[in-house]
């Protein structure tokens, strides 16, 4: 069923005593991939805008992000599943949890690693009110958080004219997409995937979006990254595989989406920049097993929001690496953004019914 808005918002009163005022269930509406991506393509330089607030929520306490919890499967050891709740509030006010996969076998088989839903809950009655398709809502929050970054972590140097993707999955796509929408170009852009074909692929997008630069397919990670100003990890690398310092000598800033790309010396010579310190601090992450190889958290500078705020000063002389975990929070803010966008599409598409045993005694 598809309604408007006005219809959408007739949700059914339950009174919870005689004297209380009712309760309000909300209608349960769910929401495609195409009408996630048709409420969020083109709108690139907003979504950074909405992440940034997001961040400035949570910085601020108004939010609510518990860890991130892993489902494996001992027959399935590279496969996970993984849930991330949390709660927002400023205008966004809105609980849910990211039920996400990673099924890196997928791409053998031609279909993406990544799937999820994300489901929003009501902060007044707890009710779930929409389920989201999530796995471009998961991409666009990741590449407006990097894009983010890319712009707070320049502020203070020459920008970047030298760009490049070591790992060409969905994620590189985004984010250059992201790089793009919101003003950023460059003169080169370096290409590195363990997969000829991927990097191909990826070459093919650089080429058909319009591009400018000069597209560079690298047979080595060190040309890579010797090559780059602005290097972006992409990758599903589970350990550290990048470990010699002198390929960063010329202190590029890293945007570290993958986490586990660097190893600690690296994020130890490094000015460090996370999302949030104790999520990132976990699961084996690069600035994890720098934390366990020192027994401190020194080498962490401090948050993006912090950067954003300008209670931290990067230094010249160093590389610079944003290694962010992923928030539930951002997930929440972009879910929002596209729920409110399909209702005012006059799109939204409500499961009559779904809610049925209303009254406690029926």
Not at 121 to 146: H, K, M, V
Not at 176 to 203: C, K, N, Q, Y
Not at 318 to 331: A, I, K, N, Q
Request: hydrophobic share 40%.
């Amino acid at each position: 069923m598809t309604i408007s808005r006005p219809a959408a918002a007739a949700p059914t009163a339950v009174p919870t005593s005689a004297t209380a005022e009712p309760h309000v269930v909300p209608p349960f509406a769910v929401i495609s991939g195409v009408q996630v991506q048709q409420a969020l393509q083109g709108h690139e330089k907003q979504i950074i805008e909405l992440v940034g607030a997001a961040y400035r929520l949570h910085g601020a306490g108004d939010s609510v992000n518990p860890p991130s919890y892993f489902l494996r499967f001992p027959d399935r050891p590279s496969s996970r599943i993984i849930a991330l709740p949390a709660s927002i509030g400023g205008d966004l006010r809105v609980d849910g949890v990211k039920w996400i996969s990673s099924f890196p076998e997928n791409v053998q088989a031609g279909i993406p690693r990544a799937s999820a839903v994300l489901i929003l809950n009501d902060q007044d009655t707890g009710y779930p009110f929409a389920c989201l398709e999530s796995s471009i809502i998961s991409a666009t929050r990741t590449a407006a958080s990097a894009a983010l970054a890319a712009d707070q972590l320049t502020r203070n140097r020459d920008r970047p004219t030298r760009i490049g993707f070591f790992g060409t999955g969905l994620i590189a796509r985004y984010i250059h997409t992201f790089l793009a929408g919101s003003g950023w170009s460059f003169d080169e852009i370096g290409v590195h995937d363990l997969s000829a074909d991927s990097a191909a692929g990826f070459r093919c997008y650089l080429e058909q979006s319009g591009t400018t630069g000069r597209i560079t397919v690298h047979d080595s990670a060190e040309g890579l990254i010797r090559g780059s100003d602005l290097v972006v990890f992409a990758t599903v690398a589970g350990a550290p595989h990048v470990s010699d310092l002198a390929w960063f000598s010329h202190n590029p800033v890293v945007l570290h989406v993958s986490l586990r790309d660097l190893a600690p010396e690296i994020i130890l010579a490094s000015a460090n920049i996370v999302d949030d310190v104790e999520h990132c601090l976990k699961a084996n992450t690069s600035p994890h097993l720098a934390e366990q190889l020192t027994g401190d958290r020194s080498f962490l500078l401090g948050t993006l929001d912090d950067v954003m705020a300008g209670r931290v000063t990067l230094p010249d002389g160093r590389p610079v690496v944003f290694s962010p975990f992923g928030l539930g929070v951002l997930d929440l803010a972009v879910g929002k953004y596209v729920y409110d966008e399909v209702v005012r599409s006059e799109e939204l598409h409500v499961i009559d019914d779904f809610f049925h045993e209303l009254r406690r005694y029926g």
